[in-house]
């Protein structure tokens, strides 16, 4: 293990020439952190458009022949206003012309297109810090089910080796074994920056974005509902149900792999702890950790007579479902009933084909779609082998009238998930926070 960080900044991070500027002074003030990865520039403001959103819609506009003239402008001046205020001597703006020719005379792939946004960001802020650019597109590698391949792990490692210089790599992209240039899925800069982590041993990958770390619950449901300094990688995937993901799912394995945490850092307030997420702890200080939860869920109820006899009944409702492409979250099941949650947009999309297969498949005597369904978890390693915590979380929904619809808690007991009606949502996440915050 080296005592390198990996930092990885978001598009809010590298927006501007003020954000590389923070940046700047974030990797000074302390000499471990070595290796910067970045995303593409973000948002400046709310109303503002992502730059890879516009490098999206320019490479549609181009494969459908039309003038895409409207955000090619717009991704050339955010880079010249960046190359501009650092004094960058690059030939940013060269490049960029280079590739809309081509984008016009010829056909671009769209992950090409794409991953500019990074490439670019990466090569000035390599100049900006005096740092050694290297370049994701020859190192991470992908096999033919579009995982990274282990060899890139080494390859990044021998690419990466000097202890004492500083690196940048552009995030979000690598390239597949017939040397196409291929994107991660939206927002896979994290997952760049934990597999630069796992490659290079680091001590710790730090994750740069605009927000202190992790809250306990959605802050727009609890008011001033406090932070978390540390979750455990286990816990983190249990909350990922929550509409607030600050990382991409895929980013906590390489980590996870070789135990380095991974810090979640703000940009604009450096000297804030953020939130930790790393080993399971030995002990904890809170019963919960934390609370996450979803709107817009549907229950599939399927009730047949002697179920529990009729060998496969679940794995054969389940196969429906995925040869629909159809994924589930719960399947609580009763002797003679089973119930599936599924996300309702993904559910109405293909009803009537679902309920045709499992009407003639399965032949059950009754089957039916509750709507309108919230599931919220609450996690937390604190709950573990403590008598009454699901008792006190049932109690407090219960003071608050709150009907309890799904249960379902794993034998790991790290999480209780509960599905309320989506009406509910907001006063079931509030008082189990009460209880037990
Ligand atoms: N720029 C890419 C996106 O917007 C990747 C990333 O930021 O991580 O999804």
Known sequence: MSNRIVCKFGGSSVADAAQFRKIKSILESNPERKIVVVSAPGKRNPQETKLTDLLYSAHDLAKQKSNFSEPWKLIKE?????????????????????????????????????????????????????????????????????????????????????????????????????????????GGSDISGSILANACDCIMYENWTDVSGLLMADPRIVKGALSISYVSYREIRELAYSGANVLHDEAITPCRAKNIPINIKNTNSPEDKGTIIGPTPERTERTITGI??????????????????????????????????????????????????????SLHKLEPKIIAEI??????????????????????????????????????????????????????????????NDGDFEKAITAIYKEFV
């Open 359 to 420: 009407e003639q498949k399965m032949q059950p005597n009754k089957i039916k779609i509750f709507d309108n369904l919230a599931l919220i978890t609450t996690v937390g390693h604190g709950m573990v082998n403590q008598i009454g915590t699901a008792a006190r979380l049932f109690n407090a929904l219960a003071k608050e009238k709150v009907n309890v619809r799904i249960i379902d808690q794993g034998s790991s007991e790290i999480n209780i998930i509960i599905g309320v």
């Open 292 to 345: 996450a939860g979803r709107k817009e869920f549907s229950m599939l109820y399927i009730e047949k007579s002697m179920m529990n006899k009729e060998k496969g009944f679940g794995r054969r409702v389940l196969a429906i479902l995925e040869d629909l492409g159809v994924s589930y979250e719960v399947s609580p099941c009763g002797i003679d009933s089973m119930n599936v949650v599924v996300d309702s947009k």
């Open 78 to 186: 955010r880079f010249v206003e960046i190359t501009q205020e650092l004094s960058i001597k690059s030939t940013i703006s060269e490049e960029l012309d280079k590739l809309e020719e081509s984008m016009r005379t010829s056909e671009v792939s769209v992950d090409f297109v794409a991953s500019r946004g990074e490439y670019l960001c990466a090569k000035i802020m390599a100049e900006f810090l005096g740092a050694k650019f290297i370049d994701a597109y020859p190192i991470i590698k992908f096999d033919d089910q579009y995982r990274v391949a282990q060899q890139s792990f080494e390859d990044l490692n021998a690419a990466l080796s000097d202890l004492n210089a500083l690196y940048v790599v552009p995030g979000f992209y690598g390239s597949d074994m017939q040397g196409n240039l291929k994107t991660f899925s939206r």
